[in-house]
Structures are given as structure tokens and as C-alpha cells.
């Protein structure tokens, strides 16, 4: 109680007046006086664009939503729809809940100027907002002002039936003081508003009966992340020129968060070296260290990071391993705490990856950061977690647990429990890496584990024989008596038949493993028992029972396929696609093939991993053989190919150490650019040489190229030329193949009008029973139909059209119309409509052609081939000379002049000298 000294002035009549001093008194406080209440401005304009705001029309369904939802003005005039009313599926507000950084203010900012172009009415409410304010506080404000324009605001009235949109930031903020304020806002809105909220957490209070009824719509966190397209428009927008390497890395790393994409983009702009800095970008960078330690990591309770410091050794945290890296019982507690979906870190229900995910930025900084502050304690958590998973025979993380824990010995040791398996399902990337690792490429370590893993990596091709072989020697392990043998036993003697060559070597290789799979005692392991099957099918092949071999692959490829051994029904695959092939089985070959390209269509590039790069280290040979088996049915579909990862397999085999996989990709690179080269002089020299020295080898790729190779040489070297690229077909594939019948039928075309032309080729493409590819049949019935439609027999050329259609629709195989100088196509362009119900794939093969069915260009003749002498007269058509200055250069007539030069201008589609001589240039004949 405060006391008070109150001076008295007493007045007494008749007397003078005096001051008297009074006691204290002791009074009440005096209550403070309340001013009006001031609330503060809540509106303001909408955001500036930012550096990273892009159009993003697969944001805008919610938006869309939203409008489409509207109350129309006529019932909120009629007074049908009240403020606090919400109609069952009427969407009155769009949430965004996203961890800091996910670009929530970048998108509601575009969205409402998006609004605003298009005429609408928009408020921006101030952020963040005080959760002292009512939402009537909120609705008074909103209805005396109306957004009319960027950055312009006016007076309007809430309530006059036009649609007003109203944006909310950092909802959170105000909700955390007054929690259910979102669903007062909502239910008290007046009649036409329209809310777009958005906030780190989302509400818990007060708005599940929103949701339920369909009056608040949520935006899920991932889908504000960026993906490939709007990342690489927005590194354009910033003159910033991405790979497809850099933007599948960058992705990666950041899984398309926001922040992190703003923070790298001006590094790369100023980088002399980007693509390093995108290799090396991740959480750990100091910029997005810097963010998430004062955005994400200071609003965590005390002890929370330390938690999180241990137990963020991989993705995907289950709680008991939680528990058995942390050593804490509430390690759960801990990560459900910080989990929600405006964090870093969200709850995964499903049951394989049953746990808390951690965002990759945030996984990356507190690895990092683990490491810094105590190095022992993090290789332990590690180590930890590989054994965890290695006692749930989760051979993946268990190994991967054992890279990060960076421990040779560990590695070693898991490499021994889980490598093979690893191999063997198709998974192989971690076992290249854990190959990579400077302990494991010491071939002198004395790992017997990293050597069996580098040579069945190579089975059963072995590009570097000798150091197979020496590998080998060292892995030489006697079969143990009485006790049986292991599963690595088997391996390596599954190994040394693979690498047998004469025929008692391969005698002895598989008596060795026949022995090692039967001997009494061993366990059985299907995928190891698998790959002994395989190399016991590769030895009965080298020992010429055929039929034998088939069947054992045969049954390989579906047990593996059914069982998920992935990269041992590749292998397997390739062998007996190879095996059917040779016997002259085109079907089962292509069938095997479309097999091997649906295992792989969904898969990464095969040669995208860390072994291509190192030298010594295996590539993953087999997903590699399917991979560009896969290219190959595409580049015959007339679809897209990937050149880059080609190009990648040619370049880590220079000296074409493993012709398998070396020459089918680099025929398949010349065949592309031939196909887009108008001057091919180069390509027709790439497949010279490579055919030529490896076609022995590779018939499979001879019979790919053979046609175009023949079609090239004719038109670029003459006649003489081309008939020799048939004899070396002929000495490879066999002088019965279809390949060689069909190219003996282009060479020495039948004269016209001659009885029974074409007969040796129609026999032969009926029997089809030596024939290497599918598509070689089909290009058969296209010739035969040109036969027939040269010697005017138009019903027969009709009817072996339609067969090459049918044929080619089933085994998808386009560009074989576009062969043999366009004979297909020009067949096809005549008889368009009148093909029944192949008319469609016509049309599809007429498109990839260029050409259009109101076309009426004549057939050309199969080859547009040139003799030597009209060869010789076509270099003197550049020069300005006249028919007797060539005559006499040549010491022929002029009347044979000017017959070589009809014949010339007629195979080369020319009118006059001029256009031979530009169609001449554009197919590098001068």
C-alpha cells in the first residue's frame, strides 16, 4: 500500500488561515487508466517475387479447388449461406505444412498474384500474426480493405458477394498461443472468403471436423519439393546449364527441398569447377548447415540433438535401432517428438520401412556433425547398426552401414556374409563401392573375400584373363573331407569353371564343381546352387552339348527370376539368348531378349556407378549386357536411346577386353549416328572396322548391322565393295542363314520380269529356321514385296507386305521399313488405307519416316548402288566441263557418258547434274 502525505489548508472565521501538517494516511491504489485498444495492421502486400519462384502447374489443383468451391454471390446475398455455416464438400481454406525452407511463402505469394491477374480479389494478412488477434479482428480488417492490384489496396465490404481470398503465413506461430485458431477462422468467416494458410506444423485443434467435411484441403509436404523439370528450369532461370548427372545428384541430395536448391544455384553460376561442387553439395555445406542449425536444429529441447546425433546413421530409423545406437529407452519418444509433417523428419507406416525418415539435408549435416564431435562414438553407432541389420539378413544396409562406419575389417567382414548375395540379387552398386575402398583395391591384401567378389563380377567373360587367373591361384581352396563344404567353395569352383578354356581345362572345371555342389553335408544355398548351374550349363556348352546347356539355363533364368536373383537372370539370360541364336532359334532369342530388356527398362544406368570410374574395379557386367540389350530393341523400335552411358561402357573399355559388351554398344553408337548423319563417311568406317575385327566373335551384332552396313558400303564404295561385306556375313552367320540369303537377294537383284524371281529368299524367310535376328525376317518379306511389286505382281506384293507388317507389329520392329534405301516405307506409302487393321502401324511407321500418306514418291530399288565407273564419272560433275570434255578425260564415247550419267541421276533420285551433285555431297559420295 503506498502512503501518501496530503497537505490540509483549515479556514477558521474571524482568524488568519494557516497550514496545518496532517498525519499519514494510508489510501487504496489508484487503478491505471485502460486506453482504447489498438489493433495492430494486419494487411499488407502481397510479397515481391523471389529468385526461386517458378511457375508450378501441378501445384495448382488445391488452388483450383479452392475456387471452384466458391459460394456463388447470389446465395451469399439471398442470405442462403451465413458467416460459420460450412456446406458438406464446399472448400473454404488450402493448408501448406512444411518443414522451414520448403518454399510455403515462395508459393502463396505466386499464387496470389496469380489471383490477382486474373482479377480477383486478394488480402495478404500481415506474418507473423499475434495469436492475441480474434478472428473477428481478423474479418473486420479484411472488410475494410480490398486487394484491387499488385501493391495497391482500396476500400471495400465484407459481405458484397464477390469471392475474397485471403493469405495466411505462419499460421503456426499465432496457433501456438491460441490453438483451434484456424478453425475459427474458417467458421467465422463471412460468406465468399476464401482462406490459403500455410505454416511449419499443422493445426491440431479444431479442425478435424473441417477436414472430415471437406472445408480444408492439405498440400502434402513432398509435393512443394522440386522435381526434374521445375529444377532444371529454375537453374535456366538463373543461368545455370544442369546434366542430367547433376540434376539426378542435386535431387538426391536435397530430395527437391527448396532452401537447399537456392543455396547451390549461385555457387554453380560462379563456379569454374560446378560439377565438382554439385558432387560435393550436401547438408554438410556451411550455407545449409548455417539454416538448419538457427531454423531447424534451435527449436529442439535440450539433449533432442545429441539423440538425433546418434541415432541418424541411416534414413530410415526403426525405434530398436533407435534404441541400440542412442543406448536410451525413449529414443522413440525422442524422434516422434520432432517428427510431423512440417519437419525434417516425418513418420514412415509402411510396414518395410516401418520408422522415421530423416530428410536427406538434415541426414547429411547431422552425420557430419556426428563425426566432428566425436569420431568414436559415430563409428560405433554405425557398427552397431550394421550388425542390427545384418542379424535381419538386411545384406544392403548391413554393408552400408559398414562403409560409413569406415572400418576395413567391418567391411571385409560383411562383404563375406552378404557380398555374394548382393551380387546375385542385382544389387551389386554397394559391393563395387565397398571394392573401391583403398583397403579392399590392395590385390596383394590378402582378402579372399574382395577377390571372389571381383571375379564373379567379371564371370564368365574375364576381360583381363591374366589377372583372373592370378586372382584364382589365390583362391585355390581344397574340398574339406567328412566335413562338407561351404557356400564359397562352391563359388570359386563356379568360378574356375567359368574361366576353363581348352576343353580339358573345362573338363576338370566341372568335375571341381559338380564335387563342391554334392558334396555330403553342405547347405544348401538356392542363389549360390543357381550360379554353380549356370557355370555348369557354361561348360556343357563349351563341351559342345548344346541341348544341355539350354535346359540348365533355362531353368536358371526362371528360378532366379522367381526367386529375385536379378543380376543371375541377366547372365543367365544373355547366355541363352546367345545359345538359342546360334542354333538358329530367332523366336526364343528375341524372346529372351524382350525379357532382359523389361528386367532392366526401370532400372538405373548400369554403368552410373563408382566401378566405371576406378580403375581395376569391375562394372556390373551383366545389368550392363541387358542394359544395352535394351537400347538395342529401342533403337529397332525406332524409340530414343541413351548414347551417354554407351559412350561410358566404350570409354572403360578401350582396349575392347570384353567384346560382349564393348561392341554391341559401340555398333549401336554408329548405327544412331548413322541414322541422324547425312554425310555417314565416318560411320561407314566405325562399323568397317569394328565388324571386321570382332564380327567372329559378336554374330549377333553382325546380324544387327549387316543391312545397313551392306546399304552403306553400296551406296558409298559401289557394288564390288558391298558384295564383300556379304561374303564376310556369309563366312560368320553361314552361307544358310537368312541374313546372307537376304543380302545375296540385294546384290544380284533377279532381272525383271524374270519367272520365279526371288524364289531362294521366299524359301528361306519361310523356313525361317536359320535365322539370327526377328527383324531380319521381317526386312526378308519387304524385299520380296519389292520383288514382287517390280515385276507387276501387285496381289503377291500386297499380300508379303502385309506379312512383314504383321510380323514387325508383333515383334516391334519399325526400322526395318526404313532399310534397304526405304523400300518399306515406299511400299507402305503406296497401299495406306487399304492395309484393314494394320493401317494404324503403317501410319505409325510412315511418321517415324518423315513421310505422309499423300505422298506418292516412286519405290526406290533396295540399294542405290553406284558401279565403279559411274563412280568415277560422278567426281567430274562439281567441275565445269561439258560430256565430251568427260568423254575424252575417260576415253569412252559421249553417248556412254550420258548413259552412266541417266543411271546415276536415276539411282540418286537427281533431275539435272546440279541436284546429283548436292544429294552426292549429302551422302558423302564426293
Request: charged letters at 25%.
Amino acid at each position: 500500500m503506498t502512503v501518501h502525505r496530503v497537505p490540509a489548508q483549515i479556514g477558521l472565521p474571524g482568524t488568519e488561515q494557516s497550514s496545518v501538517a496532517l498525519p499519514p494516511v494510508a489510501l487504496p491504489p489508484v487503478p491505471p487508466v485502460t486506453p482504447p485498444a489498438v489493433l495492430p495492421v494486419l494487411i499488407a502486400d502481397v510479397p515481391a517475387p523471389s529468385a526461386m519462384e517458378l511457375e508450378r502447374p501441378r501445384l495448382h489443383d488445391a488452388l483450383h479447388r479452392l475456387s471452384d468451391g466458391e459460394v456463388r454471390a447470389g446465395e451469399v446475398r439471398a442470405g442462403e449461406v451465413r458467416a460459420g455455416e460450412v456446406r458438406a464438400s464446399e472448400v473454404r481454406c488450402v493448408g501448406l505444412w512444411a518443414a522451414a525452407g520448403s518454399g510455403k511463402t515462395t508459393l502463396l505469394a505466386a499464387w496470389a498474384r496469380r489471383l490477382q491477374r486474373a482479377g480477383e480479389p486478394v488480402t495478404w494478412v500481415r506474418a507473423p500474426m499475434s495469436g492475441q488477434v480474434r478472428p473477428a479482428d481478423v474479418w473486420r480488417q479484411v472488410g475494410e480493405v480490398r486487394q484491387v492490384g499488385e501493391g495497391a489496396l482500396a476500400s471495400g465490404v465484407s459481405g458484397d458477394g464477390v469471392t475474397r481470398y485471403v493469405f495466411i503465413d505462419e499460421l503456426d506461430r499465432a496457433e501456438a498461443d491460441r490453438p483451434g485458431l484456424l478453425g475459427e477462422l474458417v467458421r467465422s468467416a463471412p460468406g465468399g472468403i476464401r482462406l490459403v494458410v500455410a505454416g511449419r506444423t499443422s493445426p491440431g485443434v479444431g479442425v478435424t471436423r473441417l477436414r472430415a467435411a471437406g472445408a480444408l484441403v492439405d498440400v502434402p509436404p513432398a509435393d512443394l519439393a522440386f522435381d526434374r523439370t521445375e529444377l532444371t528450369a529454375l537453374a535456366a532461370r538463373q543461368r545455370v546449364l544442369l546434366t542430367e548427372e547433376e540434376t539426378t545428384i542435386l535431387l538426391q541430395r536435397t530430395a527437391g527441398w527448396v532452401t537447399g536448391l537456392a543455396l547451390i544455384l549461385p555457387f554453380l553460376r560462379g563456379s569454374d569447377d560446378p560439377a565438382r561442387l554439385v558432387r560435393d553439395f550436401d547438408g554438410d555445406h556451411p550455407a545449409v548447415s548455417g539454416f538448419l542449425r538457427s531454423e531447424v536444429i534451435a527449436g529442439w529441447a535440450d539433449g533432442d540433438e545429441t539423440t538425433l546425433l546418434r541415432a541418424a546413421v541411416t534414413a530410415v530409423i526403426p525405434v530398436d535401432l533407435a534404441v541400440a545406437v542412442t543406448k536410451r529407452a525413449d529414443a522413440g519418444a525422442v524422434l516422434d517428438r520432432l517428427a510431423g509433417p512440417g519437419a525434417l523428419i516425418v513418420r514412415e507406416s509402411r510396414v518395410e520401412t516401418a520408422g522415421y525418415r530423416i530428410h536427406p539435408v538434415l541426414l547429411a549435416h547431422l552425420q557430419a556433425e556426428a563425426w566432428r564431435r566425436d569420431a568414436v562414438a559415430a563409428a560405433a553407432a554405425h557398427e552397431t547398426a550394421a550388425r542390427w541389420f545384418e542379424r535381419r539378413s538386411d545384406g544392403t544396409d548391413a554393408l552400408e552401414q559398414a562403409l560409413a562406419a569406415r572400418s576395413p575389417g567391418l567391411v571385409d567382414e560383411m562383404l563375406d556374409t552378404v557380398g555374394v548375395d548382393l551380387v546375385l540379387r542385382g544389387t551389386p552398386d554397394l559391393v563395387l563401392r565397398a571394392l573401391a575402398e583403398p583397403a579392399a583395391l590392395a590385390e596383394n591384401s590378402g582378402s579372399p573375400v574382395a577377390a571372389t567378389l571381383r571375379l564373379l563380377l567379371d564371370a564368365p567373360y574375364f576381360p583381363d584373363r591374366g589377372r583372373a587367373g592370378h586372382l584364382l591361384a589365390g583362391l585355390t581352396a581344397p574340398l574339406p573331407t567328412g566335413a562338407g563344404t561351404d557356400a564359397r567353395a562352391v563359388v570359386i569352383e563356379a568360378l574356375t569353371a567359368f574361366s576353363a578354356v581348352t576343353s580339358d581345362e573345362i573338363r576338370n572345371g566341372l568335375a571341381g564343381l559338380l564335387a563342391a555342389r554334392n558334396a555330403p553335408g553342405r547347405r544348401a544355398d538356392l542363389g549360390v546352387d543357381l550360379l554353380a548351374a549356370t557355370a555348369e550349363a557354361w561348360c556343357r556348352a563349351g563341351l559342345g552339348e548344346a541341348a544341355q546347356a539350354e535346359a540348365g539355363l533355362r531353368m536358371v533364368t526362371v528360378a532366379a527370376r522367381n526367386a529375385g536373383y536379378t543380376w543371375l537372370f541377366l547372365l543367365a539370360g544373355d547366355l541363352a539368348a546367345t545359345a538359342a541364336a546360334r542354333r538358329g532359334d530367332w523366336a526364343r532369342a528375341g524372346l529372351i531378349d524382350d525379357q532382359l530388356a523389361l528386367a532392366t527398362d526401370a532400372q538405373a544406368h548400369p554403368a552410373s556407378g563408382a566401378g566405371t570410374s576406378v580403375p581395376g574395379v569391375p562394372v556390373d557386367r551383366a545389368a550392363a549386357r541387358a542394359w544395352v540389350a535394351l537400347q538395342i530393341r529401342r533403337y529397332e523400335r525406332c524409340e530414343p536411346i541413351d548414347p551417354s552411358v554407351l559412350e561410358r561402357l566404350v570409354r572403360a573399355d578401350p582396349m575392347v577386353a570384353d567384346s560382349g559388351l564393348t561392341v554391341p554398344a559401340q555398333a549401336l553408337l554408329a548405327l544412331s549416328a548413322l541414322a541422324a548423319d547425312p554425310r555417314p563417311r565416318s560411320e561407314l568406317e566405325s562399323l568397317n572396322r569394328l565388324l571386321r575385327e570382332n564380327a567372329v566373335a559378336q554374330p549377333r551384332v553382325l546380324s544387327l548391322c549387316c543391312i545397313p552396313w551392306f546399304d552403306l558400303t553400296g551406296a558409298l564404295d559401289g557394288r564390288t565393295e558391298a558384295r564383300r561385306v556379304t561374303h564376310l556375313v556369309e563366312a560368320v552367320l553361314g552361307a544358310d542363314s537368312l541374313e546372307v540369303v537376304l543380302l545375296r537377294s540385294i546384290a544380284y537383284p533377279p532381272a525383271r520380269g524374270r519367272h520365279g524371281a526371288g524364289g531362294a529368299l521366299e524359301a528361306a524367310a519361310t523356313l525361317a529356321s536359320r535365322c539370327w535376328r526377328g527383324s531380319t525376317l521381317v526386312s526378308a518379306w519387304i524385299v520380296l514385296a519389292g520383288i514382287a511389286e517390280e515385276n507387276a505382281r501387285p496381289a503377291e506384293a500386297d499380300a508379303r507386305l502385309v506379312r512383314a507388317l504383321r510380323l514387325a507389329e508383333q515383334l516391334r520392329v519399325e526400322r526395318v521399313f526404313l532399310a534397304a534405301g526405304g523400300l518399306g516405307v515406299a511400299l507402305l506409302v503406296a497401299r495406306i488405307g487399304r492395309l484393314g487393321d494394320l493401317d494404324g502401324f503403317a501410319s505409325r511407321i510412315l511418321t517415324l519416316a518423315g513421310r505422309s500418306p499423300g505422298e506418292t514418291r516412286p519405290a526406290q530399288a533396295p540399294v542405290a548402288q553406284l558401279t565403279e565407273r559411274e563412280r568415277e564419272l560422278l567426281r567430274e560433275l562439281p567441275f565445269h566441263q561439258s560430256v565430251a570434255d568427260i568423254a575424252r578425260k575417260h576415253n569412252v564415247s559421249p553417248n556412254t557418258v550420258k548413259t552412266h550419267l541417266r543411271n546415276i541421276y536415276q539411282k540418286l533420285d537427281a533431275t539435272d547434274r546440279a541436284r546429283a551433285v548436292v544429294i552426292a555431297h549429302e551422302r558423302g559420295l564426293l
